[in-house]
T-cell receptor
Framework: DQQVKQNSPSLSVQEGRISILNCDYT??????FLWYKKYPAEGPTFLIS?????DKNEDGRFTVFLNKSAKHLSLHIVPSQPGDSAVYFC??????????FGKGTKLSVIP | DTGVSQDPRHKITKRGQNVTFRCDPI?????LYWYRQTLGQGPEFLTY????????KSRLLSDRFSAERPKGSFSTLEIQRTEQGDSAMYLC????????????FGSGTRLTVV
């Protein structure tokens, strides 16, 4: 089974600086990796995805990097804004439409 | 479109009781998913519908859990003989074929079993 691990439960960053959220995975397959953002009392919101055939995908302030040799995924947010404060989940999807989520990293952007 | 709606938002029930949750997906989405999230964990997949057909079920979904999606529109998730370990946030999501894995989640139903 695919495992997705987010080893940092929390991260604090100053407003305007870069936020880097990390994720490690176990199995390598042709598939997709995604990041979701979750505010309290709301469901997760899809943020950005990357296919395993790519190394990078960018959408505005958000960039996801995929290092297949290290089985490592990262999300960069530049510049960080207070509204980015939320829990970020990395997720893996392959074949069927089932997603496997990590435990999440709580990002706090300090004004 | 108001997004994915879940009802109720909160449910407190006594151990051993049955509970039923409802999910109304985005109208044009033919795919519907149920996930469960416990404290400190990410969402865990429970089951997946394409239209009215239930195509996948997690081994997490014990015999006490049943989900339906009659007519391929709204869905219900029923838990029979609830246990304290069933306390969690139950999340529903929907998507259309062109969305891939970028689901739209509802705000969830928080279940507390006392």
């Amino acid at each position: 089974d695919q495992q997705v691990k987010q080893n940092s439960p929390s991260l604090s960053v100053q407003e305007g600086r870069i936020s880097i959220l990390n994720c490690d995975y176990t199995n390598s397959m042709f598939d997709y990796f995604l990041w979701y953002k979750k505010y309290p009392a709301e469901g997760p919101t899809f943020l950005i995805s990357i296919s395993s055939i790519k190394d990078k995908n960018e959408d505005g302030r958000f960039t996801v990097f995929l290092n297949k040799s290290a089985k490592h995924l990262s999300l960069h947010i530049v510049p960080s804004q207070p509204g980015d404060s939320a829990v970020y989940f990395c997720a893996h999807g392959a074949g069927s439409y089932q997603l496997t989520f990590g435990k999440g990293t709580k990002l706090s952007v300090i004004p | 479109d108001t997004g994915v709606s879940q009802d109720p938002r909160h449910k407190i029930t006594k151990r051993g009781q049955n509970v039923t949750f409802r999910c109304d997906p985005i109208s044009e989405h033919n795919r519907l998913y149920w996930y469960r999230q416990t404290l400190g964990q990410g969402p865990e997949f429970l089951t997946y519908f394409q239209n009215e057909a239930q195509l996948e079920k997690s081994r997490l979904l014990s015999d006490r859990f049943s989900a339906e999606r009659p007519k391929g529109s709204f869905s219900t998730l029923e838990i029979q003989r609830t246990e304290q370990g069933d306390s969690a946030m139950y999340l529903c999501a929907s998507s259309s074929p062109g969305q891939g894995y970028g689901y739209t989640f509802g705000s969830g139903t928080r279940l507390t079993v006392v």
